[in-house]
């Protein structure tokens, strides 16, 4: 009973579905959907309705200080600054931690949404130029309801619209013809999928945007192939110098594949995969994980992940709020039998100092739960990756709109 409950809340923390729609009685007796007011639109006119703008300081304005962590035990320091002058835009959607009471999120944002922020975006802000709006997204609490069998109303079209209405928002008022890239997460992927089908595939402003990183989610491409599934004219990226392009995964521990359960890493429709591409190695193989891991768990969601360990022995103080540990971890993608994902190896070193393994993990009632994988730090894995990525496609979209 547990495993069916936690993989529903896996489907639906993937995708954001709805749960539940508030039913009436009709005048003939039959039972249909009530229809609420249509909710007021926002206005991203307004600052407060951004967790997220360049020249201020908001959730983004955050210590990322890390603690270089080597294999051996030793410990360096490493700073970290924004770009003011960043020549390219970053937008992003981030994935559902809302603990409001209702079925959508308020657009009053909680120390969760200001947290994603922290640990899945602020760090692209020395390559971009930053922007994550605030959006009336499906909440946690929508999610234990429906797990408890007692749905509530929630509405998955109102957090679409909202962060269509922000795109536009942006598009009109702050664009001004730069490159542009997509992020997102989870939930948050899930709703970019739809902005980029519906406002950007195959128009004038695809010419915008210089990638979209849609993480933790299942992209539909036909097997073989690199567009035509969920994109027509959107491709998956091969190289960090490629434009236009997605990057997307759903990792999973290497020895920990995907159940026959997963909602991660398998899609819906005939000869069709889950897209993955290798942030450690776009051009295809294993490749170097470099990643930035809170120093005291990734917190994307309350007590859904084990504890870290002390990070090296005998334990010292970490000061800063994250880790880096070159060396420990290797990625690839994998299709085979149990989907399309990445794989996550984990190389212990047993006669070192530092930790020989990660968390994050989903953790319920101290059972590892193998149908979510890695879903909770799908970003912090990659992070530095995807970071170096931005910014070499940042030059390679200059470079190639300069010859036109």
């Given at each position: 009973?547990?495993?069916?409950?936690?993989?529903?809340?896996?489907?639906?923390?993937?995708?954001?579905?709805?749960?539940?729609?508030?039913?009436?009685?009709?005048?003939?007796?039959?039972?249909?959907?009530?229809?609420?007011?249509?909710?007021?639109?926002?206005?991203?006119?307004?600052?407060?309705?951004?967790?997220?703008?360049?020249?201020?300081?908001?959730?983004?304005?955050?210590?990322?200080?890390?603690?270089?962590?080597?294999?051996?035990?030793?410990?360096?320091?490493?700073?970290?600054?924004?770009?003011?002058?960043?020549?390219?835009?970053?937008?992003?959607?981030?994935?559902?931690?809302?603990?409001?009471?209702?079925?959508?999120?308020?657009?009053?944002?909680?120390?969760?949404?200001?947290?994603?922020?922290?640990?899945?975006?602020?760090?692209?802000?020395?390559?971009?130029?930053?922007?994550?709006?605030?959006?009336?997204?499906?909440?946690?609490?929508?999610?234990?309801?429906?797990?408890?069998?007692?749905?509530?109303?929630?509405?998955?079209?109102?957090?679409?619209?909202?962060?269509?209405?922000?795109?536009?928002?942006?598009?009109?008022?702050?664009?001004?013809?730069?490159?542009?890239?997509?992020?997102?997460?989870?939930?948050?992927?899930?709703v970019l999928t739809e902005l980029i089908k519906n406002e950007i595939d195959g128009?004038?402003?695809?010419?915008?945007?210089?990638?979209?990183?849609?993480?933790?989610?299942?992209?539909?491409?036909?097997?073989?192939?690199?567009?035509?599934?969920?994109f027509q004219h959107v491709p998956l990226c091969h190289a960090a110098t490629a434009?236009?392009?997605?990057?997307?995964?759903?990792?999973?521990?290497?020895?920990?594949?995907?159940?026959?359960?997963?909602?991660?890493?398998?899609?819906?429709?005939?000869?069709?995969?889950?897209?993955?591409?290798?942030?450690?190695?776009?051009?295809?193989?294993?490749?170097?994980?470099?990643?930035?891991?809170?120093?005291?768990?990734?917190?994307?969601?309350?007590?859904?992940?084990?504890?870290?360990?002390?990070?090296?022995?005998?334990?010292?103080?970490?000061?800063?709020?994250?880790?880096?540990?070159?060396?420990?971890?290797?990625?690839?993608?994998?299709?085979?039998?149990?989907?399309?994902?990445?794989?996550?190896?984990?190389?212990?070193?047993?006669?070192?100092?530092?930790?020989?393994?990660?968390?994050?993990?989903?953790?319920?009632?101290?059972?590892?739960?193998?149908?979510?994988?890695?879903?909770?730090?799908?970003?912090?894995?990659a992070m530095g990756n995807l970071v170096d990525i931005v910014h070499q496609e940042?030059?390679?979209?200059?470079?190639?709109?300069?010859?036109?």
């Amino acid at each position: 009973m547990l495993r069916r409950l936690v993989t529903a809340l896996g489907l639906l923390y993937a995708c954001g579905a709805a749960m539940g729609v508030a039913q009436t009685t009709s005048t003939t007796g039959q039972t249909e959907p009530a229809k609420p007011a249509a909710p007021v639109k926002n206005d991203y006119s307004k600052g407060d309705n951004w967790l997220c703008r360049p020249g201020r300081q908001d959730a983004c304005s955050v210590d990322l200080s890390t603690t270089v962590i080597s294999a051996d035990g030793k410990l360096k320091h490493e700073a970290w600054a924004a770009n003011p002058k960043a020549p390219i835009d970053c937008f992003y959607v981030y994935p559902t931690v809302s603990n409001d009471p209702g079925g959508n999120s308020d657009m009053i944002p909680g120390v969760e949404e200001k947290g994603v922020v922290a640990a899945q975006f602020a760090r692209f802000g020395s390559q971009c130029r930053l922007y994550a709006p605030i959006y009336r997204q499906i909440t946690l609490t929508a999610l234990r309801a429906f797990i408890a069998g007692n749905p509530i109303p929630a509405d998955r079209a109102l957090a679409y619209h909202d962060v269509v209405d922000a795109w536009n928002y942006y598009l009109e008022h702050d664009n001004q013809g730069r490159g542009v890239v997509l992020i997102g997460h989870s939930q948050g992927s899930g709703v970019l999928t739809e902005l980029i089908k519906n406002e950007i595939d195959g128009k004038p402003v695809q010419s915008r945007i210089v990638s979209a990183l849609l993480l933790g989610t299942s992209l539909a491409v036909p097997k073989g192939k690199d567009v035509g599934g969920a994109f027509q004219h959107v491709p998956l990226c091969h190289a960090a110098t490629a434009t236009g392009c997605v990057i997307t995964y759903a990792s999973f521990r290497a020895n920990v594949p995907p159940p026959a359960n997963s909602r991660f890493g398998k899609v819906q429709g005939e000869g069709m995969i889950s897209g993955c591409t290798n942030p450690a190695a776009l051009g295809g193989g294993s490749g170097a994980l470099h990643a930035y891991m809170g120093s005291r768990g990734s917190r994307i969601v309350a007590n859904a992940e084990a504890e870290p360990k002390p990070w090296v022995t005998p334990p010292q103080p970490i000061e800063t709020p994250y880790v880096s540990l070159p060396g420990m971890l290797t990625a690839e993608c994998v299709a085979d039998e149990h989907g399309s994902y990445l794989a996550v190896t984990v190389h212990p070193d047993p006669a070192g100092h530092r930790a020989n393994d990660i968390v994050g993990d989903v953790v319920v009632n101290g059972q590892v739960m193998p149908d979510w994988g890695l879903h909770l730090i799908d970003v912090n894995l990659a992070m530095g990756n995807l970071v170096d990525i931005v910014h070499q496609e940042a030059k390679a979209y200059h470079s190639t709109t300069a010859k036109k």
